[in-house]
């Protein structure tokens, strides 16, 4: 079975740039959410990718968007970057209508605007 | 929406017990979790309750009071490797399950 997995592990950006975040979801699993979690919080859902379609939103601005692939690995893209989007990114697989109530989460990307 | 709530930090001996309490409130109930993060880590999940009860999984148990809208987490004979934060988080009653997370309890354990 191969876990969730996300590239890169850490990135520096300047703002106003825009970034792609990656994540490939665990065998089997068909559903990714992103989550953004800023130091000493906890993570914040931004999305949920469901057979490549948005399937439920948080409270983010339009400029964080994302896509989900045939293969349900997904990208978290952020335009116009802020100083405030300095974060770690969680990516998180689960399987929509199965038994398992787990989502399993990936290693996070460390996202640094400056 | 939901509102999540637990102390923000914790501090206990090693071998001894301690208790995180979590209290909820929300729109759509379809389970609590517990997760353990240790600093730089992804979240990493221990237990799941979607009944009121108490269930026990090794030196970790969870309890559920859904009429409350508490949950705690209690961790027995504890190591110094629990020094983690542990994060409290509500699962919605939609296909797939998003959930909402509290702050989180940094716990420290002394020797």
């Known amino acids: 079975e191969t876990g969730v997995t996300q590239s890169p592990t850490h990135l520096i950006k300047t703002r106003g740039q825009q970034v792609t975040l990656r994540c490939s979801s665990q065998?089997?699993?068909?559903?990714v959410s992103w989550y953004q979690q800023a130091l000493g919080q906890g993570p914040q859902f931004i999305f949920q990718?469901?057979?490549?379609?948005?399937?439920g939103r948080g409270n983010f601005p339009p400029r964080f968007s994302g896509l989900q692939f045939p293969n349900y690995s997904s990208e978290l893209n952020v335009n116009a970057l802020e100083l405030d989007d300095s974060a770690l990114y969680l990516c998180?697989?689960?399987?929509?209508?199965?038994?398992?109530?787990?989502?399993?989460f990936g290693p996070g990307t460390r996202l640094t605007v400056t | 929406g939901q509102n999540i709530d637990q102390p923000t930090e914790m501090t206990a001996t090693e071998g001894a017990i301690v208790q995180i309490n979590c209290t909820y409130q929300?729109?759509?109930?379809?389970?609590l979790f517990w997760y353990q993060q240790h600093a730089g880590e992804a979240p990493t999940f221990l237990s799941y309750?979607?009944?009121?009860g108490l269930e026990e999984k090794g030196r970790f148990s969870s309890f559920l009071s859904r009429s409350k809208g508490y949950s705690y987490l209690l961790l027995k004979e504890l190591q110094m490797k629990d020094s983690a934060s542990y994060l409290c988080?509500?699962?919605?009653?939609?296909?797939?399950?998003?959930?909402?997370f509290g702050d989180g309890t940094t716990l420290t354990v002394k020797p």
């Open positions: 998180a697989s689960s399987l929509a209508g199965g038994s398992s109530y787990e989502q399993y």
């Open positions: 065998s089997g699993h068909n559903t």
């Open positions: 990718y469901y057979r490549e379609e948005e399937n």
């Open positions: 929300t729109s759509g109930f379809n389970g």
């Open positions: 309750n979607v009944l009121d």
């Open positions: 988080a509500v699962r919605d009653n939609t296909n797939a399950g998003k959930s909402t």
